[in-house]
């Protein structure tokens, strides 16, 4: 199946380090002149998915902020290795890929594992990141296996867009259910507790009221370790905030960026 570019948004492939990361990049050529911030937002996707899942909100951010979408390492239409990488040299991966393609200040806004990485960005670049924006984080320590994930990702997908099913088969047989079984447990691995302090940054964390992975109990406990954090649940949203309810999370994103 042929792959199509959603309309206002360019294909991107850049160098970072020996990886060739894949993006969706905001057209500024469709006869927007003005932003209301120039500062543009970067969104990271979360495990086994990628930048697709995150269309639907980065195509309503992009009517006031510059937008680029890439692809992890192992994702979607970026260099795949043999195994798949740790949420450092994603991180990393990822700054190089920023510094390369765009050369100052950006804001972060991920989704579920992509929170490991991107708030390890902004503890690494805290002169790079200006905000940062989770998105229902995992893992919550609470379910710290796999097999937990799985079945709370199970039970999240019966209050998901029914589309969200079909991106995510897609996105799996690019990635592979080896590389997908190596990053869910990467995932599972990580302790945001030590690290959130560490966090500088203006930080949103967005929950979703129905979301069984990352619950508002977790969501407080995370926004209270940050030295600037600042919640948002969006009233009956899933875990997949920025697809299944991308018109909610674009106005706290707004409220957030534009208004504080």
């Given at each position: 199946?042929?792959?199509?570019?959603?309309?206002?948004?360019?294909?991107?492939?850049?160098?970072?380090?020996?990886?060739?990361?894949?993006?969706?990049v905001?057209?500024?050529?469709?006869?927007?002149?003005?932003?209301?911030?120039?500062?543009?937002?970067?969104?990271?996707?979360?495990?086994?998915?990628?930048?697709?899942?995150?269309?639907?909100?980065?195509?309503?951010?992009?009517?006031?902020?510059?937008?680029?979408?890439?692809?992890?390492?192992?994702?979607?239409?970026?260099?795949k290795?043999?195994?798949?990488l740790?949420?450092?040299?994603?991180?990393?991966?990822?700054?190089?890929?920023?510094?390369?393609?765009?050369?100052?200040?950006?804001?972060?806004?991920?989704?579920?594992?992509?929170?490991?990485?991107?708030?390890?960005?902004?503890?690494?670049?805290?002169?790079?990141?200006?905000?940062?924006?989770?998105?229902?984080?995992?893992?919550?320590?609470?379910?710290?296996?796999?097999?937990?994930?799985?079945?709370?990702l199970?039970?999240?997908?019966?209050?998901?867009?029914?589309?969200?099913?079909?991106?995510?088969?897609?996105?799996?047989?690019?990635?592979?259910?080896?590389?997908?079984?190596?990053?869910?447990?990467?995932?599972?691995?990580?302790d945001?507790?030590?690290?959130?302090?560490?966090?500088?940054?203006?930080?949103?964390?967005?929950?979703?009221?129905?979301?069984p992975?990352?619950?508002?109990?977790?969501?407080?406990?995370?926004?209270?370790?940050?030295?600037?954090?600042?919640?948002?649940?969006?009233?009956?949203?899933?875990?997949?905030?920025?697809?299944?309810?991308?018109?909610?999370?674009?106005?706290?994103?707004?409220?957030?960026?534009?208004?504080?």
């Amino acid at each position: 199946m042929a792959y199509r570019v959603p309309p206002g948004f360019v294909e991107n492939f850049t160098a970072a380090g020996k990886y060739e990361i894949f993006s969706l990049v905001a057209n500024h050529n469709t006869g927007k002149s003005v932003y209301k911030s120039e500062i543009p937002i970067v969104l990271v996707h979360g495990a086994i998915v990628s930048h697709r899942y995150l269309m639907p909100v980065a195509q309503l951010l992009a009517d006031n902020f510059p937008i680029y979408v890439p692809d992890l390492v192992g994702h979607g239409r970026s260099s795949k290795t043999m195994n798949a990488l740790g949420v450092i040299e994603q991180a990393k991966t990822l700054i190089a890929w920023i510094e390369t393609l765009y050369h100052s200040k950006v804001r972060l806004l991920a989704n579920s594992y992509g929170c490991e990485i991107i708030t390890e960005m902004a503890i690494m670049r805290p002169d790079l990141v200006d905000r940062l924006i989770l998105t229902a984080p995992t893992a919550d320590p609470a379910h710290p296996t796999v097999r937990e994930q799985a079945f709370l990702l199970f039970c999240d997908a019966f209050r998901e867009n029914p589309l969200m099913g079909f991106v995510l088969l897609r996105d799996m047989s690019e990635m592979g259910w080896k590389r997908g079984m190596q990053t869910t447990q990467i995932m599972v691995d990580y302790d945001y507790l030590p690290r959130l302090p560490l966090v500088t940054t203006k930080t949103l964390v967005v929950g979703g009221e129905k979301d069984p992975l990352a619950p508002k109990k977790w969501i407080d406990r995370v926004v209270s370790l940050l030295p600037d954090g600042h919640s948002h649940i969006i009233s009956g949203a899933p875990h997949n905030v920025n697809f299944t309810t991308p018109s909610h999370l674009n106005e706290a994103v707004l409220k957030f960026l534009l208004e504080s």
